[in-house]
T-cell receptor
Framework: GAGVSQSPSNKVTEKGKDVELRCDPI?????LYWYRQRLGQGLEFLIY????????KSGLPSDRFSAERTGESVSTLTIQRTQQEDSAVYLC?????????????FGDGTRLSIL | AQSVTQLGSHVSVSEGALVLLRCNYS??????LFWYVQYPNQGLQLLLK??????LVKGINGFEAEFKKSETSFHLTKPSAHMSDAAEYFC????????????FGSGTRLLVRP
């Protein structure tokens, strides 16, 4: 597709359940980012993938959060044993390559609601 | 650690009036600077960015921003607001020590009154 695609667009689940969020970056983009956006707040960096390098997981808030990326394509963000504080919009972005100062292309996000 | 401060969580202007959205960053070394816009239920769209060179940066939709090193500021302006400008605006910096990360401000919601 032309842009970053995220699915599902909305997810409602019960506390304690696991959820999996998907991101398809722009074709050819080697760098991929996940962010969390809580209501009324800016974006918090979660994780960064660049090619075959080890991902930067420094932003993951707890060990309930994990992410994977297959090569330079799809990425999934998994949240285990969800808590109400996990409710947020999860945004994915990509850039043609890693490195300094590149504008990031964002998907429309997945709105996650934990009941 | 780097931080970005956006003064005013909400700014309200009349249609046709000047738009001024403020952004200050903390850094001893000028980082790369960005403004993004977010419309409801959408992701972020790049408005403009400052890397090096000219300190006045022009972006899309008539917006521009001026990098002032002495004030560590990167305020966003538009001479005449349109109703379609109503959205959330985020200032972000790309710190020199972890170049791929973006550090975002908390955002400013722009309201445009008819």
């Amino acid at each position: 597709g032309a842009g970053v695609s995220q699915s599902p667009s909305n997810k409602v689940t019960e506390k304690g359940k696991d959820v999996e969020l998907r991101c398809d970056p722009i074709s050819g983009h080697t760098a991929l980012y996940w962010y969390r956006q809580r209501l009324g707040q800016g974006l918090e960096f979660l994780i960064y993938f660049q090619g075959n390098s080890a991902p930067d997981k420094s932003g993951l808030p707890s060990d309930r959060f994990s992410a994977e990326r297959t090569g330079e394509s799809v990425s999934t963000l998994t949240i285990q044993r969800t808590q109400q504080e996990d409710s947020a919009v999860y945004l994915c972005a990509s850039t043609p390559r890693g490195g300094f100062g590149q504008p990031q292309h964002f998907g429309d996000g997945t709105r996650l609601s934990i009941l | 650690a780097q931080s970005v401060t956006q003064l005013g969580s909400h700014v309200s202007v009349s249609e046709g009036a000047l738009v001024l959205l403020r952004c200050n960053y903390s850094s001893s070394v000028p980082p790369y600077l960005f403004w993004y816009v977010q419309y409801p239920n959408q992701g972020l769209q790049l408005l403009l960015k400052y890397t090096t060179g000219a300190t006045l940066v022009k972006g899309i939709n008539g917006f521009e921003a001026e990098f002032k090193k002495s004030e560590t500021s990167f305020h966003l302006t538009k001479p005449s607001a349109h109703m379609s400008d109503a959205a959330e605006y985020f200032c972000a910096v790309s710190p020199m020590d972890s170049s791929y990360k973006l550090i975002f401000g908390s955002g400013t919601r722009l309201l445009v009154r008819p």
